[in-house]
């Protein structure tokens, strides 16, 4: 919904992701949590709570849709990432949720800290009715006193965030255990899932897998993945967490699991400290040894025969990791059984005979970003709203149908964000999109353009972008801005405050022409509609980077006939 009367349940790629997840595992939850909000919320301010119930609105339209367009039940929703929460929001949306008939939607709070949420929650019985799950992020494994005397369930509802390497993998083996034995966490959400974005953005790779070249299909099952899978094959969302002291005496921990079927499930980390940090926060020292561990299984679980057995080694000295092997089961006699472990290793033991490492053809290899890419946007019916191998970094840039154009720009790609939304990060003033090799240096950008907005619209194409997500506003390079006044310049940044060029150009708004932006060496040049417009502007320093595309707002424009060549 960018606008008020704009319900669209079919942009983006989160629908596909969600029903694939779900053909894999229906057991799988799924969860809400705005970032950003658009701007019409606000009602222009920047704050998603001066009208509770037009936000509270927009949330249960989603689930609505989910659900009318998708068959997606929504189980949780949160209040909003990272940020304040208000009390009166978090009633109206219930209130909301249940007069839609949506009472099953449990509600989370508040994605930041354990505090001032939990605190509030001991204050305020409604408040306390209504939430159902304290979420906090990168909580460090500890929780806080008033936390635990809410008896709500605890969630590490963000966590991980680390670069997807074998220390990555040591970080989530150690947090995935730990969350729950030091912090009382039932639930640990790994930001991200995958990292499927250009590796010199912000938080490069830090996905439990990497899927960054959609180009040439090359993809790579990192070792969080495998370190994933000694807990989610062997347990389900529903499955409750005995309560033991999971501290092992030699470093390291234990959780144990059942179905309440008679199935058990025993995850045991011994990651050291250096082989397990994650990006936040800081670890405080400890130390872990090889150890002789025995296990004593009591109740139902005394009459437990064997338990298959799955194991890991991160490798660190060796460089040679052992990841999700399966090895003999482990005899219990009399209830107890006993394990040599060694450091930095992960064991499953679980009464489940299902686990499996599949034999998957090889990924094709990996390949650079063509140096040569067109990209004319002329789909009729495209699988998804944005175009491939753009990276939006403030607005959205979408497949648009140009009805009342009758010649060769009826199928465009367009800049939809007309105000700029109640933001997360610091989204830039303007709009951008970038594509392409960060290692690019030398390239010719080509583009059709179309400025909608009147008087003072405005379109760009730039190349040696070095810049985006939340460090969007600070992002440099070489930009060849034209404005609907009939004048362009040329920048050497996002901003435009560096000037570097600035003339007549006799661009108007709707009509197309062809912006065209040259980069060699430390000259650059720019052509409108084939004809040479500036020369030899002196880019100062040799800097490389992606090609872009933007507006000088937040406004509609349209680019169409997208061409690189590039060294």
């Known amino acids: 919904m960018h606008y008020e009367n704009d319900e669209n349940y079919f942009r983006g790629y989160e629908w596909w992701l969600m029903k694939e997840a779900k053909k894999r595992n229906p057991k799988i939850k799924l969860i809400g949590l705005p970032w950003t909000f658009p701007a019409w919320i606000g009602k222009g301010e920047n704050w998603p709570y001066d009208y509770p119930d037009v936000t509270a609105y927009y949330i249960v339209s989603w689930i609505l849709g989910a659900k009318q367009y998708h068959d997606l039940d929504i189980d949780y929703i949160g209040i909003w990432n990272e940020r304040a929460f208000s009390s009166k929001y978090i009633k109206l949306l219930r209130y909301t949720l249940d007069k839609h008939g949506l009472q099953q939607v ?40 008033n936390a635990l005397l809410t008896k709500k369930k605890l969630w590490s509802s963000e966590d991980y965030s680390t670069f997807n390497d074998e220390v990555g993998a040591g970080c989530w083996a150690r947090i995935l255990n730990q969350n729950y034995v030091n912090g009382n966490m039932t639930s640990t959400i790994a930001w991200n899932l995958v990292a499927s974005y250009y590796e010199e953005l912000p938080f490069g790779r830090c996905g439990l897998m990497t899927a960054q070249e959609p180009w040439s299909g090359h993809y790579k099952v990192e070792a969080p993945i495998w370190i994933t899978a ?10 409750s967490y005995l309560q033991v002291d999971g501290h092992l005496e030699g470093g390291g921990s234990f959780v144990a699991l059942t179905d309440g079927l008679g199935n058990l499930t025993i995850i045991i980390e011994t990651m050291t400290h250096n082989h397990s940090q994650c990006i936040r926060p800081p670890l405080p020292h400890f130390s872990v040894t090889p150890q002789r561990a025995t296990f004593y299984l009591k109740g139902s679980f005394y009459m437990v025969e064997t338990l298959q057995v ?3 080694r991160l490798g660190f000295e060796s460089g040679n990791s052992s990841l999700f092997q399966q090895l003999h089961p482990v005899k219990v006699w009399k209830g107890s059984f006993s394990l040599d472990l ?6 499953t033991l679980t009464t489940l005979k299902t686990g499996q490492k599949c034999g998957c053809p090889e990924p094709p290899p990996p390949q650079p970003f063509p140096s040569n890419y067109k990209d004319d946007f002329n789909i009729r019916n495209p699988p998804f709203s944005e175009a491939p191998n753009f990276a939006d970094q403030t607005g959205v840039f979408e497949y648009f149908i140009n009805a009342s154009d009758p010649g060769d720009h009826v199928f465009t790609l367009r800049q939809v964000v007309v105000q700029r939304p109640i933001t997360w990060a610091s989204d830039a003033d303007q709009t951008i999109s970038v594509i392409g090799n960060f290692q690019w240096v030398n390239m010719t950008v080509t583009c059709d353009i179309y400025i909608e907005k009147q008087r003072d619209g405005g379109v760009f194409v730039a190349g040696r972008v070095d810049n985006g997500g939340i460090y969007v506003r600070r992002t440099k390079g070489v930009f060849f801005w034209v404005f609907a006044d009939g004048t362009y310049r040329v920048t050497g940044d996002l901003a435009g405050e560096e000037i570097l060029m600035k003339g007549l150009s006799g661009v108007r708004d709707n009509a197309w022409h062809t912006l065209t932006l040259n980069i060699q060496g430390t000259s650059a040049s720019g052509l409108l509609n084939g004809y040479p417009l500036w020369e030899n502007v002196t880019v100062s320093k040799l800097s490389n980077g992606w090609a872009a595309i933007g507006t000088r707002s937040f406004e509609f424009a349209q680019f169409d006939n997208f061409h690189i060549e590039a060294s």
């Not at 930041?112 to 304290?134: A, K, M, Q």
């Not at 000694?230 to 499955?239: A, I, L, N, S």
């Open 106 to 145: 449990r509600i989370i709070a508040s994605d930041r800290l354990w505090e001032p949420i939990s605190f509030v929650l001991l204050l305020d019985s409604e408040l306390h009715g209504v939430v159902d799950v304290i979420g906090a992020h990168y909580p460090g494994t500890k929780t806080v006193p």
């Open 342 to 347: 060694n450091v930095d290793e992960v064991y």
């Open 310 to 312: 799955w194991h890991s």
């Open 230 to 239: 000694h807990t989610t094959q062997f347990t389900q969302p529903g499955w």
